[in-house]
């Protein structure tokens, strides 16, 4: 008889930045219950199908973690999704759809005290034969201490304060290598960075403002620019003489992210890896200036400041 280890094994949705907080949230609740983790985003949206792009970028430190592929005797685990047990390799897309209730979302969620409740807020229902019965809680809503051997963690983005992600998430070494060069052929620790995010999440102000504070505040500073939008892009090209900018692919967008043009618009996944690597190297570029003015209502954003060295130095823009 071998030996059963306890695992949560996420499956991953949604962007870069709500994946990195989803991971800190999973490694919260392992630490609190015992459990092994597995980050599974082999789901199509940053690289081929199949192949998992966090762990080309990324490594975790201080976790207990095992690969998908290395867990023996799957069929004879006690799983929370017998959908998974089933397709182990599946996305989650391929075999749920993430269901949001207009009704009761609008109630204080402290009033959905128990899993089963929070059910009625928000789940993830199987695409076919789907009912409450068999659908799935977001990642968020597990509560403590449950049996399923291999429990399944999927949430756009859980209620928890980040701030300690450094600690747990580093990059691979040549993610590194290329930030660096970057920063330092670019004079970045002494310039102002800048992240606007116009495509899927809009600003809530007008980017004129940031532009007009920065020329008047940091005057003759380098201005890096981390955006999604040609359009920003071009505004700030006309606006501030000093502006960095990082080359990488530029697909012309129509409201929709980077991550959802390459899973709905590269049928050859030629640039699914490309686009995701460039956005994880400005997501840190941006951690590096010496002012970061970060776009509030942005988890990609948030990210960057969470990583910046000096808090003091960090502006949510939209506020100014």
Aim: some cysteine.
């Amino acid at each position: 008889m071998f030996q059963k280890n306890k695992y949560l094994v996420i499956k991953a949705c949604a962007g870069l930045g709500n994946r990195l907080v989803t991971i800190f949230a999973a490694i919260k609740y392992c630490e609190i219950n015992n459990r092994i983790l597995v980050i599974d985003w082999s789901d199509g949206q940053f690289d081929k199908k199949g192949a998992d792009a966090f762990r080309k970028c990324f490594d975790l430190n201080y976790v207990k973690l095992e690969e998908l592929e290395n867990i023996e005797y799957w069929l004879d685990y006690s799983h929370s999704s017998d959908l998974f047990r089933q397709h182990k390799l599946e996305g989650v897309y391929d075999l749920y759809v993430n269901e949001q209730s207009s009704f009761w979302g609008n109630l204080p969620i402290k009033l959905f005290v128990f899993a089963w409740l929070k059910k009625l807020r928000r789940r993830w229902q199987p695409i076919v034969k789907g009912n409450y019965f068999n659908s799935l809680n977001s990642g968020s809503d597990l509560p403590n201490n449950l049996k399923d051997e291999i429990l399944y963690y999927v949430d756009f983005l859980p209620y928890i304060n980040y701030d300690e992600l450094p600690k747990y998430l580093s990059l691979k070494p040549f993610i590194v290598e290329k930030i660096d060069r970057f920063v330092n052929d670019n004079n970045l620790e002494k310039s102002v960075g800048i992240h606007i995010r116009s495509t899927d999440k809009r600003p809530t102000s007008d980017v004129r403002k940031v532009i007009d504070h920065i020329l008047v505040k940091h005057k003759n500073i380098p201005v890096y620019l981390s955006t999604d939008s040609i359009e920003i892009e071009a505004l700030f090209l006309k606006a501030i003489p000093n502006l960095v900018l990082f080359p990488k692919t530029k697909p012309k967008l129509n409201g929709e992210g980077l991550h959802q043009w390459a899973l709905h618009n590269d049928p050859k996944e030629e640039f699914k890896y490309s686009l995701f690597e460039e956005s994880v190297i400005e997501m840190f570029l941006l951690s590096k200036c010496q002012y970061l003015y970060y776009q509030g209502n942005s988890t990609f954003s948030n990210i960057s400041k969470v990583y910046h060295i000096d808090k003091t130095n960090c502006y949510d823009w939209l506020k100014l």
